[in-house]
């Protein structure tokens, strides 16, 4: 039992959660690969084979980026969960917009109305995704020698409508189903998968270019350096905290009297985790695939795909500028200084050298002084795979996983897994995966 991995497979419990969690998991990757009906598979694979036309264009590679691949095969799944996440966002801002909204939120059972109404609006984001996905095939079947659809584009654009928002409903129901039964954080795990199901095909491609000479070896070599400093610096900063000093003093509570107590506020230096990359990817995704897909029947759509490419200057500003935003958002919904001062006022606790009503003004402003350094960190790490590509002309396919929004999923969502494991090993009396250092979890 010295060895973790092998306590994780000698715990019944851990082991289900596991071996359910795989599955679940090979069922996603095997939906993304099945195309929706109607689809002419060869003419398809054709078209993203030519670069001029399917693979070069940025815009499409980053879209299959985010879908683990699924967009290029037209599969089931082609929208992955990015949809849902969407409409996340849009849930949150109501919840603040509107007073009524949040106070439904608050009631016995007022959490899963919301979420009931988060699904519906689900399902109308994917509905207009889905139409769109519909336009953008009639574009390829237009500019391909041989018909790309194998039905009329009436029943195309019904089937596809209704098995894509089938397959998004379908990845949200897998990845409820991993957080409830299997390791947890299901929906990340998603992202994660597709991801990481990205790596062996990007790697072949590296070696086929090194192997052709159209990539520089020495470039190659710098990436990977790249890719190796930037692993550590985002392990270092989804580690690091800021520990906040709290001193409760003696109170009486019925008969018992409870000593002074001494413990900190751990604020991390980023409190928001990857969520604002993808809450940013997520918003800049949703009017980049209309203007992709439709673009090309209405002139204003297409100057918009173009003002949205993800190599132009305009889209990384605004990206930045989403990431910065969603940070301070995200952070002030979770950490909010109001309800931490209330709650330690009402606990007779007190932070050395502050006055008791003036904890909201100095836990606002760590707050403020934490929160856009590690913004502005993840912001640089979400546009590194634009620069690599500009400065060392490496395809985007292999630029997108040697930084950016995947380093972050893969580091943090790999991060909080471990945690979750190991806090099932403690519980079962068992060493934790890791015997330097502590791993504080992350909820995405």
Known sequence: MANPIIGMFRIKELRERILFTFGMLVVFRIG????IPGINVTVLKNYFDMGSSGGGNPIVNYLDFFAGGAFSNFSVFM???????????????LLIVFPSLKKISQEDGGRKKIQKWQ??????????????VTQYARMIDGSTPEPLLNVPMTYFTLIAMLTVTTGTMFLMWIGEQITKRGVGNGIS????AGIVARLPVAIIELFGLMRRNEINPVFVIIVLVMFVGIVALVVFEQQGQRKIPVNYAKRVVGRKMYGAQNIYIPFKINPSGVIPVIFASSILMFPLQIAQSVGG????????????????VFYNVLYVILIVFFAYFYTQVTLNP??????????GGSIPGIRTERI???????LNRIVLPGALYLAFIAVTPTLIQLAFRIPASIAFLMGGTSLLIMVGVGLDTMKQIEGLLK?????????RGKLRGRNL
Not at 79 to 93: E, F, T, V
Not at 297 to 312: E, H, K, Q, Y
Not at 360 to 366: F, N, Q, S, V
């Open 32 to 35: 993304a690969v099945f195309p």
């Open 427 to 435: 519980m079962h009396h068992h060493e934790g995966l890791v015997k």
């Open 119 to 132: 699904r519906y609006g689900t399902v109308v984001v994917c509905l207009i995704q889905s139409f769109a």
């Open 189 to 192: 795990l998603l992202i994660f």
């Open 297 to 312: 029947n209405f002139p204003w759509l297409a100057t918009i795909s173009n003002w949205l490419n993800p190599l132009g």
């Open 360 to 366: 909201e003004e100095y836990l606002t402003k760590i």
């Open 79 to 93: 929208l992955g969960i990015m949809p849902y996440i969407s409409m996340s966002i849009i849930m949150q801002l």
């Open 338 to 347: 109001i309800e931490i001062a209330k709650q330690i006022r009402e606990n």
